[in-house]
């Protein structure tokens, strides 16, 4: 069965510094892997996903992530953190090679917050 | 161009009642999902569609059912509502897969 996990509740990153939220995963094959963003009260939105190709893939608002499978890793990352990323970040994963897995597995996520 | 939309919002329900969670999109997409999410949790998919008249189960179905019988439309029944059925439920679809999801604003729901 898939997994994904994001090691940290929470993290913490002054406006202006780089910040990574991290997110691990396994599953069988080759991966499809997402990150969402949730603002409070509000559903998910879309930042970016890896497919195929190359490992560094760039999404909304300036976020980029690195997919690395000898780690089973994707982080999230930014360079210079804005007070309005403050949100709960998700990461999924689905497995690329099964045919009809449209579940995605959802990470517990992880809470951003931006201080001023 | 309203995207996913959910009704209601809000809803308190007492031990055994029963309601639908009614959810729609107006992008034309086949796939169509139901999530939970619970505090700390993550979301847990319920029930997915992959076009009209076509439904599956997902990862927590116990204690929902659902229908497509319109591209657009995807209700969600609770039937016999239970206090583990308190949580917060999102509606999402998709044009294929693994395209990207888009999810509605969802309905906060507690079983008292």
């Known amino acids: 069965a898939q997994s994904v996990a994001q090691p940290e509740d929470q993290v913490n990153v002054a406006e202006g510094n780089p910040l990574t939220v991290k997110c691990t995963y396994s599953?069988?094959?080759?991966?499809?892997l997402f990150w969402y963003v949730q603002y409070p009260n509000r559903g998910l939105q879309f930042l970016l996903k890896y497919i195929t190709g190359d490992n560094l893939v760039k999404g909304s608002y300036g976020f980029e992530a690195e997919f690395n499978k000898s780690q089973t890793s994707f982080h999230l990352k930014k360079p210079s953190a804005l007070v309005s990323d403050s949100a709960l970040y998700f990461c999924?994963?689905?497995?690329?090679?099964?045919?009809?897995?449209?579940?995605?597995?959802f990470g517990k996520g992880t809470k951003l917050s931006v201080i001023p | 161009n309203a995207g996913v939309t959910q009704t209601p919002k809000f809803r308190i329900l007492k031990i055994g009642q029963s309601m639908t969670l009614q959810c729609t999109q107006d992008?034309?997409?086949?796939?169509m999902y139901w999530y939970r999410q619970d505090p700390g949790m993550g979301l847990k998919l319920i029930y997915y569609?992959?076009?009209?008249?076509?439904?599956d189960k997902g990862e927590v179905p116990n204690g929902y059912n659902v229908s497509r019988s319109t591209t657009e439309d995807f209700p969600l029944r609770l039937e016999l509502a239970a206090p583990s059925q308190t949580s917060v439920y999102f509606c999402?679809?998709?044009?294929?897969?693994?395209?990207?999801?888009?999810f509605g604003p969802g309905t906060r729901l507690t079983v008292l």
């Open positions: 999402a679809s998709s044009p294929g897969v693994p395209d990207t999801q888009y």
């Open positions: 992008m034309n997409h086949n796939y």
């Open positions: 569609s992959v076009g009209a008249g076509i439904t």
């Open positions: 999924a994963v689905r497995p690329a090679s099964r045919a009809g897995s449209y579940q995605l597995t």
């Open positions: 599953v069988s094959g080759n991966p499809y």
